[in-house]
């Protein structure tokens, strides 16, 4: 993905950078997008079509108010590739009360294996009863390694080691498990290529044995344009509903991902990004496009285009101000800092282009898993986290399906937020013609007031 996105941001970089956002710069960010997406072995049909999109929009579309030309070209581009990423995060479709079956498939040496074992954990840990089947008995060790995998991950396993029959040991995996109260048992098949005739149909007879709940493509996400063929072939055979993109870290460029979404017409549910069982997400279609395209505000340009400006309540910037504010300020400050709204205008009068660098990017990555954690917590602990020793936090972190380590993350970051609103907060004061001591409240009311 890195070659993918350092490309991306390149091209818009250039075009935030020129003089004019006119006709010719827009073609020349078009012809930059072409040979960027083209150079990561994104299809070629997919590349025109989103080109011509984007130049047609970016000349003829009028401007939303309030916002100008150079702005609204990105979000032309975050548009467009949101048309094929989807426009939000799509979990998987788990009906409360019945066994849900998802059916793994996908080409060899996609790491199919692995994210079976990534995705039962990730299950498992959000409070689904999850279990492993393993119906590969083509290749030689996939027993062995989805059972320690299912070991590592805690999560219960069936296989048989000397089944020959791939439906029969799936019919007989899910059999295991249902009747005992489990909400989702994951089917790991063998790996197979759009070529190998027998394969194929051996995968839409195991699916018409188990009839899955969802049937997940895994993608490796360094395959290039060889992810369309791919793609089309799977879906031609079973009816895909969802995909998981694999190898998203280091050197995985993404443009397989790109165009097999096209290809079947299904969302991105989860990406792959390291090698460890904890190394699965949910996919955020916003999230990737933004880091795909280097844009830091991206969420807030959205925000200015699609709605009003709004503006900050006295007490909520007055708590900002101050450094006075509890857990739950925090979070909704961190919230607002991620879509720009009214705590970008604060900070803006605090002297700052955009909200900090360091806080942006704590709350894109781990706002989410912050709400949980709070869930967990007791009115006192929010209102007062200095509360929070050794023991309280193992408890929130057994209560959220989170680690201590990550309360510990979100307290760390709470008090680090805290301290450098103050000083940023004490600086604009100072710039203001106030002093750093003795502020009255008048004083303050009248520089929030001019928010």
Same mark, same amino acid.
């Given at each position: 993905m890195d070659a993918l996105g350092e490309g991306l941001r390149n091209a818009i970089s250039r075009l935030l950078h020129s003089t004019l956002a006119d006709r010719e710069a827009v073609r020349e960010l078009v012809r930059e997008i072409q040979r960027v997406l083209l #150079? #990561?072995?994104v299809n070629v049909e997919l590349v025109l079509r989103l080109s011509e999109n984007i130049e047609k929009r970016a000349l003829e579309e009028e401007l939303p108010p309030g916002v100008n030309r150079r702005e609204h070209i990105?979000?032309?581009?975050?548009?467009e590739l949101a048309k094929i990423l989807g426009s939000k995060p799509r979990g998987l479709n788990i009906k409360p009360g019945q066994l849900n079956i998802v059916m793994l498939v996908g080409i060899q040496g996609s790491g199919k294996t692995t994210t079976a074992a990534k995705l039962a954990r990730y299950l498992a840990k959000r409070g689904f009863k999850t279990g492993l089947v393993c119906a590969d008995t083509f290749r030689l060790g996939a027993y062995e390694q989805l059972s320690q995998l299912a070991d590592a991950a805690g999560v219960p396993f069936y296989g048989d080691v000397k089944g020959k029959s #791939?439906? $029969?040991?799936?019919?007989?995996?899910? $059999?295991?498990?249902r009747g005992k109260g489990y909400d989702v048992v994951i089917v790991d098949?063998? =790996?197979?290529?759009?070529? $190998?005739?027998?394969?194929m149909e051996e995968m839409k007879e195991i699916a018409k044995a188990i009839n899955p709940t969802e049937i997940m493509l895994v993608v490796d996400g360094t395959l290039g344009q060889q992810a369309m063929a791919q793609a089309r072939a799977f879906k031609e055979t079973t009816d895909i509903g969802s995909i998981i993109v694999t190898k998203l870290d280091g050197t995985a460029r993404g443009g397989g991902a790109l165009s097999a979404v096209v290809a079947t017409g299904a969302p991105i549910k989860f990406i792959g990004v390291g090698e460890k069982l904890e190394d699965i997400e949910a996919f955020d279609p916003v999230g990737f496009v933004g880091r795909l395209l280097g844009v830091g505000d991206l969420r807030a340009l959205l925000e200015k285009v699609r709605e009003a400006e709004i503006k900050p309540e006295k007490e909520d910037a007055l708590s900002l101000l101050t450094g006075r504010f509890t857990l739950k300020d925090f979070y909704k400050w961190m919230e607002q800092a991620r879509k720009m709204g009214?705590? =970008?205008k604060l900070f803006e009068l605090m002297g700052l282009s955009k909200v900090p660098k360091e806080l942006k990017d704590v709350a894109e990555a781990k706002l989410d898993r912050w709400k949980v954690i709070m869930q967990s917590m007791t009115k006192e602990e929010l209102e007062n986290p200095k509360v929070l020793n050794k023991s309280r936090i193992n408890r929130i972190a057994r209560g959220s399906g989170t680690t201590p380590k990550e309360v510990k993350e979100l307290i760390d970051q709470y008090f680090a937020a805290k301290?450098?609103?103050?000083?940023l907060g004490k600086r604009r004061m100072r710039g203001k013609g106030m002093p750093i001591r003795g502020v009255t409240p008048e004083q303050l009311e009248r520089l929030v007031d001019k928010l």
């Open positions: #150079s #990561s072995d990105v979000k032309i581009v975050y548009d #791939s439906v $029969e040991v799936a019919k007989k995996g899910i $059999e295991y498990f098949t063998a =790996g197979r290529h759009k070529n $190998e005739a027998d394969l009214p705590v =970008g301290k450098m609103v103050k000083v």
